[in-house]
């Protein structure tokens, strides 16, 4: 989209200027880099918007986002500040890019679905997918056919009901669930899967932070962070381990800011040093605007790829030895100390310094601000789950919490940070593959059927027991579970053995091309637009990352009269499919779908904390779930405690001649969703198609800076994974480390490949080599970093490093 307002052209002698060409540690360019940035930030968020909602839907929609009586953003789970402390534009450049990919003007029709088969679509890149506009129709693919075709709803929920109604077993049947989806949907989809007879819930969470849930669970008896945004905003200490919110959570730079403002300092942890975490340049502020903002990160820890483990046990050692130890906490609340001192008493610090890749210097000062901090924020994200040790790793940053107290005390605790707006409430409304006793037993009391009892399939046991033939139809609420998924050539394969898939989406994505016999697509209204239905203007609830729970209420106009609300779909499909069965007769599917407070009353009955739940969503801001580490310092684990726990140090190491090689994303992506190919925070400009490599390595393996390689993953059973044509990009990552952009890397990561104790996805640690562009397999088509067309292609040739100081 052409760039031709004024603040935009006031940037433009600021961009663009390579590394090489500027002294790093000149003050005044690093000042004109950052008030580039957040100037861009303003421009690039107000372009996006006109160029898709025009200018009058731009500001009436972002004015309403992210405040108590308008919508929650469909981005991350970042919290908002109270409804008295909120600014006129709460939201944040890929919130306002989020936004407007959907409230786009663009449409996908039926017209434009008959004018390109699906496999035309299938050469498209995730970016044009994603820019062909809002579904309008609900759309069907027929067994043999070439090009979806529009269905009426009743079609549609008949194709589902009698699909589903012909399976030998419940549990050939999959209910996928992205993060997006609202409370409400969240619950009729779970009350849905469990009246069919099946727990086969995977989500989201399966791929991102379930290691966190594990690992919270077993220490502190429940799988949420302990903190409030009050809490961020007083610490006197915080250590951001492996997340990078520049771009992954951008408002949650406002609240680092505020601590650094209020005396609090803010150490990184993280392979690559982040723009965002070493300045701020607040777009929302003059100074920021100007290039005064705030210096954040006092201390940045570049750590290998797995070495947090490591970390955290050394540091936990070091406040044992220096004398650093709440007792009268870790005596009343925790168990397991006296085992966990033993073990660290013998810490190897030669397997530490290996591990890490640090300095022992650089462990003992952060030791050292520990010790002085009095309270303590720890926040970690997809650089900790997403390992091989993962569980482990977030149990032994727990036990560092849990010496110093630094649990249920203002301006402390811990602080796993969700990537997508509701998958947390989706797990608290009961979206998972593991049924809990309590919510099985309230969902009897209230509904009157016996739910299924054995373990369902998370993501990567979905997968292969779709490869086995298990799995006969698979449903999507919201996501793209082809691009978000590993081991994207065995997804794709899995996929197309499904005799029907089901996506609700709200525009055309990787999954809707790659089909099994049938595929259906229901298009839903987004967060922005109005949901009427007979009951009047509905309402739907969201939780943040802090366990606030608030109502998001949409105002556009929808992209089209026959679009209908998450909830509407899913209890017309429920009602299709087993409304005649006895496991329904309590269930009131048709006052569900026509008002969502029917929802909210069922939900007040059986979910934790929900009572009187219409009451407390109706206050502005809503309100807080209840959370007993934090609120009573309570642990529900089976010792009645906090879990102090001894886990052995991992040395995570690749072959000679290889590297560890992470996935991430750019600061123009959201997920699976691609906003364009530029990653401004990192200074890489014009495509995804690049490898990032310390220069060390670059010059040690025979590489050469700027060449095009193929990346090739190698794995314990001798199998390969291949990316081609990728561009190797000097970076000061961590030595022996790497890093490429996710989803089109997600072809190197192999299913088989999971962490520890969640079975969650290792996408931070895979090994590498690289080979000759050309050399390896020729191209298949089958995976998304294979396909080679329309601006993805274009742009594969042109990537230019700018590094920011």
């Given at each position: 989209?052409?760039?031709?307002?004024?603040?935009?052209?006031?940037?433009?002698?600021?961009?663009?200027?390579?590394?090489?060409?500027?002294?790093?540690?000149?003050?005044?360019?690093?000042?004109?880099?950052?008030?580039?940035?957040?100037?861009?930030?303003?421009?690039?968020?107000?372009?996006?918007?006109?160029?898709q909602m025009g200018p009058v839907r731009t500001l009436n929609t972002l004015r309403r986002l992210n405040q108590a009586d308008g919508f929650d953003c469909m981005g991350?789970?970042?919290?908002?500040?109270?409804?008295?402390?909120?600014?006129?534009?709460?939201?944040?450049?890929?919130?306002?890019?989020?936004?407007?990919?959907?409230?786009?003007?663009?449409?996908?029709?039926?017209?434009?679905?008959?004018?390109?088969?699906?496999?035309?679509?299938?050469?498209?890149?995730?970016?044009?997918?994603?820019?062909?506009?809002?579904?309008?129709?609900?759309?069907?693919?027929?067994?043999?056919?070439?090009?979806?075709?529009?269905?009426s709803w009743e079609e549609a929920f008949a194709v589902v009901a009698d699909a589903l109604r012909g399976l030998d077993s419940p549990d050939e049947a999959v209910f996928?669930?992205?993060?997006?989806?609202?409370?409400?949907?969240?619950?009729?989809?779970?009350?849905?899967?469990?009246?069919?007879?099946?727990?086969?819930?995977?989500?989201?969470?399966?791929?991102?932070?379930?290691?966190?849930?594990?690992?919270?669970?077993?220490?502190?008896?429940?799988?949420?962070?302990?903190?409030?945004?009050?809490?961020?905003?007083?610490?006197?200490?915080?250590?951001?381990?492996?997340?990078?919110?520049?771009?992954?959570?951008?408002?949650?730079?406002?609240?680092?800011?505020?601590?650094?403002?209020?005396?609090?300092?803010?150490?990184?942890?993280?392979?690559?040093?982040?723009?965002?975490?070493?300045?701020?340049?607040?777009?929302?502020?003059?100074?920021?605007?100007?290039?005064?903002?705030?210096?954040?990160?006092?201390?940045?820890?570049?750590?290998?790829?797995?070495?947090?483990?490591?970390?955290?046990?050394?540091?936990?050692?070091?406040?044992?030895?220096?004398?650093?130890?709440?007792?009268?906490?870790?005596?009343?609340?925790?168990?397991?100390?006296?085992?966990?001192?033993?073990?660290?008493?013998?810490?190897?610090w030669d397997q530490v310094l290996k591990a890490t890749g640090l300095p022992r210097a650089q462990i003992e000062k952060l030791a050292d601000m520990l010790v002085a901090?009095?309270?303590?924020?720890?926040?970690?994200?997809?650089?900790?789950?997403?390992?091989?040790?993962?569980?482990?790793?977030?149990?032994?940053?727990?036990?560092?919490?849990?010496?110093?107290?630094?649990?249920?005390?203002?301006?402390?605790?811990?602080?796993?940070?969700?990537?997508?707006?509701?998958?947390?409430?989706?797990?608290?409304?009961?979206?998972?593959?593991?049924?809990?006793?309590?919510?099985?037993?309230?969902?009897?009391?209230?509904?009157?059927?016996?739910?299924?009892?054995?373990?369902?399939?998370?993501?990567?046991?979905?997968?292969?027991?779709?490869?086995?033939?298990?799995?006969?139809?698979?449903?999507?609420?919201?996501?793209?579970?082809?691009?978000?998924?590993?081991?994207?050539?065995?997804?794709?394969?899995?996929?197309?053995?499904?005799?029907?898939?089901?996506?609700?989406?709200?525009?055309?994505?990787?999954?809707?091309?790659?089909?099994?016999?049938?595929?259906?697509?229901?298009?839903?209204?987004?967060?922005?637009?109005?949901?009427?239905?007979?009951?009047?203007?509905?309402?739907?609830?969201?939780?943040?990352?802090?366990?606030?729970?608030?109502?998001?209420?949409?105002?556009?106009?929808?992209?089209?009269?026959?679009?209908?609300?998450?909830?509407?779909?899913?209890?017309?499909?429920?009602?299709?499919?087993?409304?005649?069965?006895?496991?329904?007769?309590?269930?009131?599917?048709?006052?569900?779908?026509?008002?969502?407070?029917?929802?909210?009353?069922?939900?007040?009955?059986?979910?934790?904390?929900?009572?009187?739940?219409?009451?407390?969503?109706?206050?502005?801001?809503?309100?807080?779930?209840?959370?007993?580490?934090?609120?009573?310092?309570?642990?529900?684990?089976?010792?009645?405690?906090?879990?102090?726990?001894?886990?052995?140090?991992?040395?995570?190491?690749?072959?000679?001649?290889?590297?560890?090689?992470?996935?991430?994303?750019?600061?123009?992506?959201?997920?699976?969703?691609?906003?364009?190919?530029?990653?401004?925070?990192?200074?890489?400009?014009?495509?995804?198609?690049?490898?990032?490599?310390?220069?060390?390595?670059?010059?040690?393996?025979?590489?050469?800076?700027?060449?095009?390689?193929?990346?090739?993953?190698?794995?314990?059973?001798?199998?390969?994974?291949?990316?081609?044509?990728?561009?190797?990009?000097?970076?000061?990552?961590?030595?022996?480390?790497?890093?490429?952009?996710?989803?089109?890397?997600?072809?190197?990561?192999?299913?088989?490949?999971?962490?520890?104790?969640?079975?969650?996805?290792?996408?931070?640690?895979?090994?590498?080599?690289?080979?000759?562009?050309?050399?390896?397999?020729?191209?298949?088509?089958?995976?998304?970093?294979?396909?080679?067309?329309?601006?993805?292609?274009?742009?594969?040739?042109?990537?230019?490093?700018?590094?920011?100081?």
């Amino acid at each position: 989209m052409p760039e031709n307002n004024r603040v935009t052209r006031m940037l433009e002698p600021w961009r663009g200027a390579p590394e090489a060409d500027v002294n790093p540690t000149d003050v005044d360019v690093h000042h004109r880099r950052k008030a580039a940035a957040g100037l861009e930030a303003v421009a690039v968020s107000m372009n996006r918007g006109v160029g898709q909602m025009g200018p009058v839907r731009t500001l009436n929609t972002l004015r309403r986002l992210n405040q108590a009586d308008g919508f929650d953003c469909m981005g991350c789970a970042w919290p908002d500040p109270d409804p008295e402390h909120r600014s006129f534009a709460e939201f944040c450049e890929n919130g306002a890019k989020a936004v407007a990919e959907e409230a786009t003007k663009q449409r996908a029709d039926p017209a434009f679905f008959a004018q390109h088969s699906v496999a035309e679509l299938a050469t498209w890149s995730d970016f044009q997918l994603g820019r062909a506009g809002r579904i309008t129709e609900p759309m069907l693919l027929r067994e043999g056919g070439t090009h979806y075709e529009p269905v009426s709803w009743e079609e549609a929920f008949a194709v589902v009901a009698d699909a589903l109604r012909g399976l030998d077993s419940p549990d050939e049947a999959v209910f996928y669930t992205s993060g997006r989806a609202s409370n409400e949907a969240a619950f009729v989809y779970q009350l849905f899967a469990r009246a069919y007879g099946t727990n086969n819930l995977p989500d989201c969470s399966n791929m991102c932070h379930e290691s966190t849930s594990v690992a919270l669970a077993e220490s502190i008896g429940i799988g949420k962070g302990s903190v409030s945004l009050q809490d961020i905003h007083e610490a006197e200490l915080i250590i951001v381990a492996g997340q990078n919110p520049g771009t992954n959570h951008p408002r949650m730079l406002s609240a680092l800011e505020k601590c650094v403002q209020g005396g609090g300092k803010i150490v990184a942890v993280n392979p690559l040093p982040e723009t965002g975490l070493i300045k701020f340049d607040n777009p929302q502020k003059v100074k920021g605007l100007v290039g005064l903002g705030t210096d954040l990160a006092t201390e940045f820890l570049p750590i290998r790829l797995g070495g947090d483990l490591a970390l955290f046990q050394a540091l936990g050692a070091l406040l044992i030895e220096r004398g650093a130890v709440d007792h009268d906490f870790v005596d009343r609340h925790t168990t397991g100390y006296d085992s966990y001192r033993t073990h660290v008493a013998e810490l190897d610090w030669d397997q530490v310094l290996k591990a890490t890749g640090l300095p022992r210097a650089q462990i003992e000062k952060l030791a050292d601000m520990l010790v002085a901090s009095s309270r303590t924020v720890f926040v970690w994200a997809m650089g900790v789950t997403q390992q091989k040790h993962a569980v482990a790793a977030i149990k032994e940053i727990t036990n560092v919490a849990l010496l110093q107290g630094n649990i249920g005390k203002p301006g402390a605790g811990l602080c796993p940070v969700r990537g997508h707006s509701n998958v947390q409430g989706d797990r608290t409304m009961g979206v998972w593959e593991k049924l809990p006793a309590h919510f099985s037993d309230a969902l009897r009391q209230e509904f009157g059927f016996d739910p299924p009892t054995e373990r369902g399939h998370d993501v990567v046991n979905t997968i292969r027991a779709m490869r086995e033939g298990k799995v006969k139809v698979l449903m999507g609420l919201g996501g793209n579970f082809a691009s978000a998924t590993p081991d994207t050539d065995a997804v794709f394969e899995a996929l197309r053995s499904v005799e029907l898939g089901i996506q609700i989406s709200t525009k055309p994505n990787r999954t809707h091309v790659i089909p099994g016999r049938q595929m259906l697509i229901l298009p839903c209204l987004g967060r922005t637009e109005k949901d009427m239905t007979e009951a009047g203007w509905q309402g739907l609830t969201v939780e943040d990352s802090m366990s606030d729970v608030h109502l998001s209420v949409g105002r556009n106009e929808p992209a089209g009269p026959m679009l209908h609300g998450e909830p509407w779909i899913l209890a017309k499909i429920a009602e299709a499919t087993i409304g005649d069965r006895p496991e329904s007769a309590n269930i009131d599917w048709a006052a569900m779908a026509t008002d969502y407070r029917a929802i909210r009353r069922h939900i007040a009955n059986v979910v934790p904390g929900c009572d009187a739940y219409e009451d407390k969503i109706s206050r502005p801001g809503g309100f807080t779930l209840p959370h007993p580490p934090r609120d009573t310092r309570t642990f529900e684990t089976p010792s009645g405690k906090a879990e102090i726990v001894v886990n052995p140090i991992a040395v995570l190491e690749a072959p000679e001649g290889h590297l560890l090689l992470q996935t991430l994303r750019s600061h123009d992506q959201f997920n699976t969703t691609i906003y364009g190919h530029d990653d401004r925070y990192r200074g890489l400009a014009g495509g995804r198609q690049v490898v990032m490599v310390h220069p060390d390595d670059i010059r040690d393996l025979g590489l050469t800076e700027g060449e095009l390689y193929d990346v090739v993953s190698v794995w314990t059973d001798g199998s390969e994974r291949v990316v081609h044509g990728y561009r190797v990009v000097s970076y000061p990552t961590s030595r022996g480390c790497a890093a490429a952009y996710y989803p089109e890397c997600n072809v190197l990561v192999p299913l088989d490949h999971t962490a520890e104790g969640s079975n969650c996805p290792v996408s931070k640690a895979v090994v590498v080599r690289f080979a000759p562009h050309g050399t390896r397999d020729a191209n298949d088509g089958r995976e998304p970093s294979r396909v080679a067309s329309g601006s993805d292609h274009s742009h594969r040739s042109q990537v230019e490093p700018h590094h920011l100081s």
